[in-house]
Every structure is written in structure tokens, then in C-alpha cells.
Nanobody, 123 residues
Framework: QVQLVESGGGLVQAGGSLRLSCAAS????????VAWFRQAPGKEREFVAA????????SYADSVKGRFTISRDNAKNTVYLQMNSLKPDDTAVYYCAARLLYFSVNPADFNSWGQGTQVTVSS
């Protein structure tokens, strides 16, 4: 099972940008589909973006489409989430997740999770 560590969260004003990183250790990302989820206080964890190992399939939640970009550098065992035009509604703890082989947007399908990184967008 791969271990994941997120970084890059912080406080930003509305309209600003952040780039989150998720580094894998323990084993490589080879063959893993990856995803980003987020959870705001009092709300359930929700899907943000996902992509397959070879980047052949990429999916975004409607709420972030056109503003967020998921990418990965398999040589560095790292996944990124570039977040632009941030809104106060994007405030949440952001988690990266990985699962072997198959693409999914359902958090229940993922068995490797990072500890989360806080993103706060002020108005």
C-alpha cells in the first residue's frame, strides 16, 4: 500500500491560486489511479478530481471544472492539484487518495489516503 503526504495548503484571498502536492512513498505510484477529495466542516467528503495512471482519463467535479487542474509526475511519484480562481466555497481540508488500477470518483473505493492539507480562501 502506498503512503501519501500532501503539502501546499494555506490561506489565500478569493481569486488567488494554490498548488497542492501529494508525494507517494513506500512504493511507487506505478499502476495507481489517483484522486483529490475535500471535506469542509460539517460536510461529507466530496470528489474534486481524479486521473488514471497513464493520464488517459481525467475527471473533475462540476464545481471546480475550468479552475482546477490535476496532474502527475510519475517519475517523482507526485500528484498535483493546481487551483486557480479560488472561492471561499473551496475552503476545506484537501486529501489525495490512490487506488490500484481502476479509476474512480467514489472515496469508498480508495484505500490509500494522505493526512490532508487545509485550504482556506478568504473573501
Amino acid at each position: 500500500q502506498v503512503q501519501l503526504v500532501e503539502s501546499g495548503g494555506g490561506l489565500v484571498q478569493a481569486g488567488g491560486s494554490l498548488r497542492l502536492s501529494c508525494a507517494a512513498s513506500g512504493r511507487t505510484f506505478s499502476g495507481y489511479a489517483v484522486a483529490w477529495f475535500r471535506q469542509a466542516p460539517g460536510k461529507e467528503r466530496e470528489f474534486v478530481a481524479a486521473m488514471t495512471w497513464g493520464s488517459s482519463s481525467i475527471s473533475y467535479a462540476d464545481s471546480v471544472k475550468g479552475r482546477f487542474t490535476i496532474s502527475r509526475d510519475n517519475a517523482k511519484n507526485t500528484v498535483y492539484l493546481q487551483m486557480n480562481s479560488l472561492k471561499p466555497d473551496d475552503t476545506a481540508v484537501y486529501y489525495c487518495a490512490a487506488r490500484l488500477l481502476y479509476f474512480s470518483v467514489n472515496p469508498a473505493d480508495f484505500n490509500s489516503w494522505g493526512q490532508g492539507t487545509q485550504v482556506t480562501v478568504s473573501s
